[in-house]
């Protein structure tokens, strides 16, 4: 975090040592370090806001470089401001005597601004003395997947499912005897490998070979491979094994086994176009109706997988309020509307919260089914959830996925308040004003649209509806990833 903060510092100074400032010799060559240091700093701070799992030293390091940059952009602005207010009054009075030099130290002196960039630079010294004592190239970055019951358990009192079931498996089955992919794109959490894993079981029994694996965000190309072989040949697994096959003999074998045969895969979780490009070139296409389902949280991604296969897409929408309520229910009470009429309004509110994500609610199911059936209880637990829960694992997912430049803008959008609408104009320029959107393609509203753009694609906020005059269009943030933006602020 504070990587936007520490960016806009360094365009800063060195602004300040172009040519359009003239200042004392001291001055100057605290402010060149200060560029240094600082460059060095973004570097730290850019592979921190990649990890997942730091320690309390780390974190508190993370938080003092964060606030150290927005205490320079405080200081550097009222020190920027201050000399274009000088500029302005020797314009209106040119035949003032005094010096350039001497109006400088006369600036300094009212303002405080050479002695709080002395400050500065020793607590940029000190970070630095404090970064060298932190050995923090050797944290491991933690590997978090709370789709593993979904994709190798069948899950108990599902809702709402036996309709996308039916038109993703509609859709499996239409068409020609082509190679065809499906692909169920939405964001985390709505339940896209329980669907997919559900058309899966269904239909199975009518292909000669099935399988099912887990690309996740970072491919292990050997893994995937070795969990694809043992699923279709168990036998050439266990050679695989034993004579230590590479990957393009794993990739051989597999293509020989699929080759005339009628397969269903499922490919989860895909992140990477890249990553499916691979993963497609593995199976052979032997035109007698074999069928791939693809789930992925990107948009770019689904249309990707079904450019060349005559493929389609599923969108996975939440759960409607009514199957909502009726999957809360069935979790916590074994009914799916049997609700004490004393808890009805705070079960409202609980599912509001959780905006028709079946995982929210099947977590916070369980931790309510294990306390005490009393308002207060559960007003409790309604003031807490949206951090630390399972929904969270999934939310940093993606949120670890982006670039720094995004973390930066997504982590913005939290001071907007909880479930609001969000001008997507509004928020644009704002980017650009903080200093978060840096020019790459035409200009800084371009370049800001490319971030909007990627940012709804990769399902961390939606655009919404809103009937007015003015067809302004909103956005909105999940309300639990709004509390999972807050808690990675804190």
Known sequence: MGTGALGSVIVKLATLLGDGYTMLKGTRKDI???????????????????????????????????????????????????LDENDMEMEAAPSFPRSTARQLKTIFALHGVGAQIKKLKARVTEEGERRRRLNLDNYVQMTIDPRLAAFHERPKDLVAIDGPRDEVISLLTEGSVDLKVVAIVGGGG???????????????????????????????????????????????FDDCQSERWDKDQLIRRIRHILTGKRYLLVIDDVWKEQDWKFVKAVFPDSYNGSRIIVTTRIANVAKSTCSHSGGQLYQMLPLNYIDSRRLFFKRIFHSDNSCPP??????????????????????????????????????????SIGTG???????????????????????YLCIYPEGGYISCEEVKWKWILEGFVATKRGNLYQEAESYFSELVN???????????DNFEQYCQVHVMVHDLLISLTD
């Open 32 to 82: 060149a370090f200060l560029e240094r240091e600082l460059r060095t700093m973004q570097i730290l701070v850019n592979m921190l806001a990649g990890m997942e799992g730091l320690d309390k030293l780390a974190m508190d390091c993370k938080g003092s470089m964060r606030e150290l940059g927005y205490a320079m952009e405080e200081c550097i602005d009222r020190f920027m401001l201050r």
């Open 190 to 236: 709505l339940g896209k490998t329980t669907l997919a894993m559900e058309a899966y079981r269904k239909i199975g029994r009518h292909f000669q070979c099935r399988a099912s694996v887990s690309v996740s965000r970072t491919l292990d190309r050997d893994k995937l491979l070795k969990d694809l072989l043992s699923q279709i040949d168990q036998v050439a």
């Open 342 to 383: 004393q808890l009805e309004k705070i079960s409202a509110r609980i599912l509001r919260k959780c905006g028709g994500l079946p995982l929210a609610i099947i977590t916070i199911a369980k931790l309510l089914s294990n306390k005490h059936q009393t308002p207060d209880e559960w007003e409790r637990l309604q003031g």
């Open 389 to 411: 829960l399972s929904y969270k694992n999934i939310s940093l997912l993606g949120y670890w996925d982006l670039p720094h430049h995004l973390k930066t803008c997504l982590l």
């Open 458 to 468: 990769r399902s961390m906020i939606q655009l919404v509806n809103v009937d007015d």
